[in-house]
């Protein structure tokens, strides 16, 4: 780590541990070799498929959840090297207080996963209102911006930052007016803004950050709980493009929107 990632690593670590104790040198020494990756709303269908897939490369994953029994259920059935982070997405306590755990065990972070995610119930577009947007926003947009600034100082750290936005072909409108597309069917104002709005934060974070690679990513219609499991694609076909933007190389794409078949419309 260079001279100023250290500097920068006393000044944020807390002057009291928080959930975990520092690694020990010996340990600190053997994550500088491995990829650090953590993945929001990993403890069930996407997102723990995400984590299993990284867990396999050899990465230490830190499997986030907001609800710890769940989180642990789903580190124990993933081999390797996975640790559970409470973390709900929409909470500045819980979002601080996973950076700060994170900094005291590690130190740094290289890939950031931001999966969590929610449809909301559904409200037809002329029945919606502020309210309904606010609640799926709160977890969709406001999430991924909180949890990607609270972890900054500790991807600043990583020699190849990376950050995946998990958005979706309904937050593109491209894909969404496109009578070909499934998604053009579905009509709704709250889900497809909130993957919307995400798209273009994901250019916007691209462009700040330069020597980051940050990618919006569809992972195509998967079956799990977020559609009642009604997705044709399994969970290794949808977790492809999360998985090859968090691999990306240094000079790989940046502000992009992929599928598994290659970009996205935005
Ligand atoms: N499945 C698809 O076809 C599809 C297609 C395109 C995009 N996506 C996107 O893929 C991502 C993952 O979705 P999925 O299909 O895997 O859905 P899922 O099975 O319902 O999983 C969603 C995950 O997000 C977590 N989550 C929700 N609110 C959270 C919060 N406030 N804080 C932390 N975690 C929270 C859930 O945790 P709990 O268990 O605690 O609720 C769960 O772990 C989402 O962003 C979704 O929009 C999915």
Redesign the pocket.
């Known amino acids: 780590m260079p001279a100023a990632g250290r500097a920068g690593l006393a000044q944020t670590v807390p002057a009291t541990p928080v959930l975990v104790t520092p690694a020990a040198p010996r340990d600190r020494r053997r994550m500088q070799e491995t990829t650090i990756a953590l993945v929001?709303?990993?403890?069930?269908?996407?997102?723990?498929a995400t984590a299993r897939r990284l867990a396999g490369l050899g990465w230490s994953v830190l499997l986030?959840?907001?609800?710890a029994a769940?989180g642990k259920a789903a580190a124990a059935a993933i081999d390797g090297d996975v640790e559970v982070v409470a973390?709900?997405?929409?909470s500045d306590a819980s979002v601080d207080a996973a950076a700060r755990a994170v900094t005291e065990r590690h130190g740094r972070l290289d890939v950031l996963v931001n999966?969590?995610?929610?449809?909301g119930p559904y409200t037809g577009p002329l029945e919606t209102g502020p309210a309904d947007l606010l609640a799926v926003y709160a977890?969709?947009v406001f999430?991924p911006v909180r949890v990607t600034r609270a972890f900054l100082p500790l991807l600043r750290r990583s020699a190849a930052p990376r950050v995946v936005m998990?958005?979706?072909?309904?937050g593109s409108v491209g894909v969404t007016t496109d009578p070909r597309r499934y998604e053009s069917t579905l009509v709704a104002l709250t889900y497809p803004s909130s993957?919307a709005a995400l798209n273009m934060i994901t250019t916007q974070y691209a462009k700040a950050l330069p020597e980051f690679r940050v990618n919006a990513v569809?992972?195509?219609?998967?079956a799990?709980?977020?559609?009642g499991h009604r997705?044709t694609q399994t969970l290794e076909e949808?977790t492809d493009a999360i998985v090859a933007m968090a691999t990306v190389a240094p000079d790989g794409p940046t502000g992009a929107f992929v599928d598994r078949a290659g970009p996205v419309p935005w």
Do not use: E, H, Q, W
Not at 40 to 48: E, I, Y
Not at 224 to 227: K, V
């Open positions: 929001t709303g990993a403890n069930k269908g996407l997102g723990a986030g959840s907001r609800d769940r973390l709900d997405v929409t999966n969590a995610g929610i449809i977890t969709n999430g998990v958005s979706s072909g309904m993957k569809d992972p195509g219609f998967t799990t709980d977020l559609n997705g949808g």
